[in-house]
């Protein structure tokens, strides 16, 4: 990345977490709720939309994110617990894993289910880990010397950490094992024929996406004080893929649109609710209405919300300009010069 | 002996894809393989480069034994492969395959975890002067390969299988599909190649006229074993080849 652009984008995270201690609480914690989802989404889109593997599991792997923090924060660990997180839940993601070396499609789905379920029974039965279905009170983070307990603080640091999140990501894609999850999500045995060890490359990608994945769920465990097993059920495996197709696969920005989708809309209608008196009904159609924009973002816009804002961005700005700005876009490259003339040159 | 293939032998369900072949190829030499479709030369391919495991033969190369290796593994002896029909591969630039076909042969385990911090400038250039500016890719090396033609995918792939820097080359149908002018440039690259880096190559291709000013030797297959072998004349003299593979009574 250019020095000038990195710069305008450290700017930009560092006034967005200044500008969290100006938001008023609930303001605050819708803040840190969109970037801790988002972080997830991160790494689920990582695996899926980048590496090309589908994941039921990343409910039960937040989980583990908020267990590991919180029993390594309850015992003094401080930011290191947040690492740890990402490390136990980086092991359990490569375990989930292990299967899609041997299953396809369907056949691993299922095996991530499986997953997901084995380890909400896990968390009801180790107690002395989990205390079990009542659930571990999670103290607040030591920060500095300093409990952090405020949603302005959770804020700043959530945005932070999803910056560096977003920073990381972006450049694990730049390197070899990142560009080899591109080909084995389109194509394995091409992968194979290149010389790509698909194994391993599949095994750094449940790597990568779990250790992230584990972050964000210290971060929840920390933001909510409480892990309990019903807070990472299917239910929240179910959110992070409506993020994910929401949002868009296979681009970063659609995992922060994905995140702020899924968490806002239910918060909006919550309210839309309680104004009109019939929470108890529209609570009902949440599920039901993410089911349905999931198939709906299936059908029309298989690439998210993502695609779909810089289809808008391009008709506005092809409205104001006379000339649209110039851009990498598929339809702009494609006029390439004629095969034989740019061969021809260098023989 | 480069490259000693022996009693190669690979079945699927009940079709016998190749059956008994055999095949050597020195080094430095352009060795193309002509036949039918159907009779095998894909499979044949395949094996050699790990991606079948043949249920009989040997497969060897410079003194070792390349049957039962993995795909990467064969790699890294040297031996890269190209495909007959290239694949899409969407959000890659030119740069970016040719850079994996690179990889291919570099670091590995956690070694890789240092790229995250090295710069890549010095391997671009060397990829640059090395493959990209030899097959005519230097300008359209940021591009993604999806926005390309059939033609310039296919020199793209040829550009990723000589970074990894092979010695032995296997091109599937590497002509196929391309105009006429494509067809010759990109035979002209083939014999560079092999001027240039002494590479041995292996050549899967149905155009005659390509076969016959490329190669060096020429093995017909058929029905998954080899039923000639000899120079271009000689393989257009034999009345056999002729009736097998140029359709002739
Ligand atoms: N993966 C496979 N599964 C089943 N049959 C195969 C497979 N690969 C090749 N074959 C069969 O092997 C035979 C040889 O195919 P191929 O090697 O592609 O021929 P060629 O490349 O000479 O046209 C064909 O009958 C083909 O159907
Ligand atoms: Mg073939």
Same mark, same amino acid.
């Given at each position: 990345?250019?020095?000038?652009?990195?710069?305008?984008?450290?700017?930009?995270?560092?006034?967005?977490?200044?500008?969290?201690?100006?938001?008023?609480?609930?303001?605050?914690?819708?803040?840190?709720?969109?970037?801790?989802?988002?972080?997830?989404?991160?790494?689920?889109?990582?695996?899926?939309?980048?590496?090309?593997?589908?994941?039921?599991?990343?409910?039960?792997?937040?989980?583990?994110?908020?267990?590991?923090?919180?029993?390594?924060?309850?015992?003094?660990?401080?930011?290191?617990?947040?690492?740890?997180?990402?490390?136990?839940?980086?092991?359990?993601?490569?375990?989930?894993?292990?299967?899609?070396?041997?299953?396809?499609?369907?056949?691993?789905?299922?095996?991530?289910?499986?997953?997901?379920?084995?380890?909400?029974?896990?968390?009801?039965?180790?107690?002395?880990?989990?205390?079990?279905?009542?659930?571990?009170?999670?103290?607040?983070?030591?920060?500095?010397?300093?409990?952090?307990?405020?949603?302005?603080?959770?804020?700043?640091?959530?945005?932070?950490?999803?910056?560096?999140?977003?920073?990381?990501?972006?450049?694990?894609?730049?390197?070899?094992?990142?560009?080899?999850?591109?080909?084995?999500?389109?194509?394995?045995?091409?992968?194979?024929?290149?010389?790509?060890?698909?194994? *391993?490359?599949?095994?750094?990608?449940?790597?990568?996406?779990?250790?992230?994945?584990?972050?964000?769920?210290?971060?929840?465990?920390?933001?909510?004080?409480?892990?309990?097993?019903?807070?990472?059920?299917?239910?929240?495996?179910?959110?992070?893929?409506?993020?994910?197709?929401?949002?868009?696969?296979?681009?970063?920005?659609?995992?922060?649109?994905?995140?702020?989708?899924?968490?806002?809309?239910?918060?909006?209608?919550?309210?839309?609710?309680?104004?009109?008196?019939?929470?108890?009904?529209?609570?009902?159609?949440?599920?039901?209405?993410?089911?349905?924009?999931?198939?709906?973002?299936?059908?029309?816009?298989?690439?998210?919300?993502?695609?779909?804002?810089?289809?808008?961005?391009?008709?506005?700005?092809?409205?104001?300009?006379?000339?649209?700005?110039?851009?990498?876009?598929?339809?702009?490259?494609?006029?390439?010069?004629?095969?034989?003339?740019?061969?021809?040159?260098?023989? | 002996?480069?490259?000693?293939?022996?009693?190669?032998?690979?079945?699927?369900?009940?079709?016998?894809?190749?059956?008994?072949?055999?095949?050597?190829?020195?080094?430095?030499?352009?060795?193309?393989?002509?036949?039918?479709?159907?009779?095998?030369?894909?499979?044949?391919?395949?094996?050699?480069?790990?991606?079948?495991?043949?249920?009989?033969?040997?497969?060897?190369?410079?003194?070792?034994?390349?049957?039962?290796?993995?795909?990467?593994?064969?790699? *890294?002896?040297?031996?890269?492969?190209?495909?007959?029909?290239?694949?899409?591969?969407?959000?890659?630039?030119?740069?970016?395959?040719?850079?994996?076909?690179?990889?291919?042969?570099?670091?590995?385990?956690?070694?890789?975890?240092?790229?995250?911090?090295?710069?890549?400038?010095?391997?671009?250039?060397?990829?640059?002067?090395?493959?990209?500016?030899?097959?005519?890719?230097?300008?359209?090396?940021?591009?993604?390969?999806?926005?390309?033609?059939?033609?310039?995918?296919?020199?793209?792939?040829?550009?990723?299988?000589?970074?990894? *820097?092979?010695?032995?080359?296997?091109?599937?149908?590497?002509?196929?599909?391309?105009?006429?002018?494509?067809?010759?440039?990109?035979?002209?690259?083939?014999?560079?190649?092999?001027?240039? *880096?002494?590479?041995?190559?292996?050549?899967?291709?149905?155009?005659?006229?390509?076969?016959?000013?490329?190669?060096?030797?020429?093995?017909?297959?058929?029905?998954?074993?080899?039923?000639?072998?000899?120079?271009?004349?000689?393989?257009?003299?034999?009345?056999?080849?002729?009736?097998?593979?140029?359709?002739?009574?």
């Amino acid at each position: 990345m250019p020095a000038r652009r990195r710069l305008a984008l450290l700017a930009v995270v560092v006034l967005a977490a200044a500008g969290s201690f100006a938001l008023g609480r609930f303001g605050a914690y819708l803040v840190h709720s969109v970037a801790i989802a988002a972080i997830a989404a991160m790494g689920l889109n990582l695996l899926t939309g980048f590496a090309g593997q589908i994941s039921f599991a990343s409910g039960a792997l937040i989980g583990i994110g908020a267990y590991t923090a919180g029993n390594l924060g309850n015992a003094g660990w401080g930011l290191g617990a947040i690492l740890a997180a990402g490390v136990a839940a980086a092991v359990a993601s490569v375990v989930i894993g292990l299967p899609a070396l041997r299953l396809r499609g369907l056949y691993y789905a299922i095996a991530t289910l499986a997953a997901q379920f084995v380890l909400e029974y896990l968390f009801k039965i180790v107690e002395p880990l989990t205390k079990g279905i009542s659930g571990m009170n999670i103290a607040p983070l030591v920060l500095l010397g300093r409990p952090v307990a405020s949603d302005q603080a959770w804020a700043a640091i959530s945005i932070a950490i999803l910056a560096l999140t977003w920073l990381g990501l972006a450049r694990l894609m730049r390197t070899n094992v990142g560009r080899a999850f591109l080909v084995v999500r389109e194509n394995e045995l091409v992968a194979k024929g290149m010389g790509i060890d698909v194994v *391993r490359v599949k095994l750094w990608a449940f790597l990568a996406s779990g250790f992230v994945i584990g972050v964000s769920g210290a971060l929840v465990g920390f933001t909510t004080r409480l892990a309990s097993p019903e807070g990472f059920g299917l239910s929240l495996s179910i959110d992070q893929v409506a993020m994910l197709i929401v949002g868009g696969q296979g681009v970063w920005a659609g995992s922060l649109l994905g995140a702020g989708f899924v968490v806002l809309i239910p918060e909006a209608i919550q309210r839309l609710g309680e104004a009109l008196h019939v929470a108890n009904l529209l609570s009902a159609m949440r599920e039901m209405s993410f089911g349905l924009l999931i198939v709906l973002f299936l059908l029309f816009e298989p690439r998210g919300l993502a695609a779909l804002l810089r289809r808008l961005a391009r008709g506005v700005s092809r409205i104001a300009l006379p000339h649209p700005v110039p851009d990498s876009s598929p339809v702009v490259a494609a006029r390439t010069p004629a095969p034989g003339g740019t061969r021809e040159k260098a023989l | 002996m480069a490259l000693q293939v022996t009693d190669l032998t690979i079945s699927f369900g009940g079709v016998v894809a190749v059956n008994g072949m055999s095949l050597s190829i020195e080094p430095g030499e352009i060795v193309g393989l002509i036949g039918p479709n159907g009779a095998g030369k894909t499979t044949f391919i395949n094996c050699v480069a790990g991606a079948y495991r043949p249920s009989r033969g040997t497969v060897q190369w410079k003194g070792t034994e390349l049957r039962g290796l993995a795909p990467h593994s064969v790699i *890294r002896q040297g031996v890269a492969r190209t495909f007959q029909n290239v694949a899409s591969l969407h959000d890659l630039t030119v740069l970016d395959i040719v850079k994996l076909g690179a990889a291919a042969r570099g670091r590995r385990g956690l070694a890789a975890v240092a790229d995250l911090w090295r710069g890549e400038a010095a391997l671009e250039a060397e990829l640059h002067e090395t493959v990209l500016e030899p097959l005519g890719l230097a300008d359209i090396a940021a591009q993604p390969v999806q926005t390309l033609s059939y033609g310039l995918r296919k020199a793209v792939d040829l550009a990723r299988a000589m970074a990894s *820097r092979p010695e032995l080359l296997l091109l599937d149908e590497p002509v196929a599909g391309l105009t006429v002018q494509e067809g010759q440039q990109m035979a002209a690259v083939i014999r560079e190649v092999r001027d240039r *880096r002494r590479c041995a190559v292996l050549m899967v291709e149905h155009k005659m006229d390509v076969v016959m000013s490329t190669c060096d030797r020429i093995t017909v297959m058929a029905a998954g074993a080899r039923i000639f072998e000899g120079t271009g004349p000689a393989v257009q003299a034999d009345p056999e080849v002729r009736r097998v593979y140029l359709g002739e009574p």
